[in-house]
T-cell receptor, first 112, second 111 residues
Framework: QQPVQSPQAVILREGEDAVINCSSSKALYSVHWYRQKHGEAPVFLMILLKGGEQKGHEKISASFNEKKQQSSLYLTASQLSYSGTYFC?????????????FGTGTRLQVTL | KAGVTQTPRYLIKTRGQQVTLSCSPISGHRSVSWYQQTPGQGLQFLFE???????NKGNFPGRFSGRQFSNSRSEMNVSTLELGDSALYLC??????????FGPGTRLTVL
């Protein structure tokens, strides 16, 4: 079953913060985050493993709440380059990272 | 290292025809996964090949098939095309665990 992402879309001014959530009805082994700019391929951001710590990537970080089967992606002091669609991909067991179930995406637009 | 390449980038076919898409993974990557991306359904997993064997399969009809060659290059075939097969087909390569590297995709339009 497809994880649910929220919000579906968000518009930010440069420098503002945003949180994107990804919730699953299934127990998860890991959550992967990707960003896709218009007309381009999805690009890997980070992986969060069950039992792992919060990860960070520049001003983008994420957490994984195993009890809630939910991951959140935090974008701080957003930049124009952060615009794109963010997807979470979920893995229900070890060894299935190449068979991700992706959420429907969150479209993020950063404006001046 | 060169990235994942996919050919062709664009295809226009008519209903009932068949099509073959190609994906060349990053050198050293033995896993190739295929995804279908549409505005309504998002990114949906088709299948994964690892060392020439199909290791995982998504919930797509048998019209969708694939294979992987000894050099890890992979092909995806769709037979008896339907209008609903119009989509961006993405392949992703990896080591079998962890992050995947996506190619630019093949945009298939079925008329």
């Amino acid at each position: 079953q497809q994880p649910v992402q929220s919000p579906q879309a968000v518009i930010l001014r440069e420098g503002e913060d945003a949180v994107i959530n990804c919730s699953s009805s299934k127990a998860l082994y890991s959550v992967h985050w990707y960003r896709q700019k218009h007309g381009e391929a999805p690009v890997f951001l980070m992986i969060l493993l069950k039992g792992g710590e919060q990860k960070g990537h520049e001003k983008i970080s994420a957490s994984f709440n195993e009890k809630k089967q939910q991951s959140s992606l935090y974008l701080t002091a957003s930049q124009l380059s952060y615009s794109g669609t963010y997807f979470c991909g979920t893995e229900i067991s070890s060894g299935t990272a190449s068979k991700l179930t992706f959420g429907t995406g969150t479209r993020l637009q950063v404006t001046l | 290292k060169a990235g994942v390449t996919q050919t062709p980038r664009y295809l226009i076919k008519t209903r009932g025809q068949q099509v073959t898409l190609s994906c060349s993974p990053i050198s050293g990557h033995r896993s190739v996964s295929w995804y279908q991306q549409t505005p309504g359904q998002g990114l949906q997993f088709l299948f994964e090949y690892f060392s020439e064997t199909q290791r995982n399969k998504g919930n797509f009809p048998g019209r969708f098939s694939g294979r992987q060659f000894s050099n890890s290059r992979s092909e995806m075939n769709v037979s008896t095309l339907e209008l609903g097969d119009s989509a961006l087909y993405l392949c992703a390569s990896g080591l079998g665990e962890g992050k995947q590297f996506f190619g630019p995709g093949t945009r298939l339009t079925v008329l």
